[in-house]
């Protein structure tokens, strides 16, 4: 009886481990970290105002998501003594060495690997019918507001860019967008806009061209 009392604490001893390591693995991946959504303000664009201020337009898929990176966005100190010593104010220029003089924000982003279908607008110029890619040109790298720290998980406004996702995205010079009203999830050929406005991908393909 004794021994049979021994075999059963043993394999609850092996069980409770077993529940342990798994959880542990449950918390240490994305599974169970907790999530918040990135917060962002952007001008209030139409289409019409994004095709003209975005660098880039693709249509494109998503081919996969890269690491999460983390960047310092330096900014003056507000101390007005800084200010008011120097000459002009619009002229003053900041010495980022110097700490007394600047501060930092840190912004994550994910890099977001996006193989293009249809290139619409490429550095800023109209790439129409006949534009011919060059092959760095066939990938486009969007750099994803948020991502995964240790301990977080920060997702977009919108939802995050999985593999395999097709997507119309607008861009500037270094692949940022400004927020969900510049990344256009496409669905079944269908796309909305972020009034709700229903397109098909090719109508809205064409639509860009006649805005840029």
Request: charge should be negative; proline fraction near 3%; charged fraction near 25%.
């Given at each position: ?37 990135y917060s962002a303000t952007y001008p209030n664009y139409t289409l019409d105002e994004l095709s003209k201020v975005a660098d880039n337009i693709v249509y494109g898929k998503v081919e996969a998501r890269g690491e999460t990176v983390s960047e310092k966005i330096y900014l003056p100190k507000t ?134």
């Amino acid at each position: 009886m004794k021994r049979n009392k021994k075999v059963t604490y043993t394999l609850f001893t092996i069980s409770f481990l077993g529940i342990s390591i798994l959880s542990g693995f449950l918390v240490a991946s994305s599974i169970f970290k907790p999530t918040i959504e990135y917060s962002a303000t952007y001008p209030n664009y139409t289409l019409d105002e994004l095709s003209k201020v975005a660098d880039n337009i693709v249509y494109g898929k998503v081919e996969a998501r890269g690491e999460t990176v983390s960047e310092k966005i330096y900014l003056p100190k507000t101390n007005n003594e800084l200010i008011s010593n120097s000459s002009e104010q619009s002229s003053y220029n900041l010495d980022f060495t110097k700490q007394e003089e600047v501060t930092y924000v840190e912004d994550l982003y994910t890099d977001i690997s996006v193989k293009i279908i249809t290139p619409i607008k490429m550095d800023g110029k109209i790439a129409g019918a006949g534009y011919r890619m060059t092959m760095e040109e066939q990938t486009i790298l969007y750099k994803e507001e948020g991502g995964e720290t240790e301990n977080l998980r920060i997702v977009p406004d919108g939802g995050e860019l999985n593999e395999g996702d097709e997507v119309i995205l607008f861009t500037n010079h270094v692949g940022k967008s400004w927020g969900p009203q510049s990344v256009l999830k496409v669905i079944d050929g269908a796309v909305y806009d972020k009034n709700g406005t229903k397109y098909n991908v090719e109508e809205l393909i064409s639509r860009l061209n006649d805005d840029i």
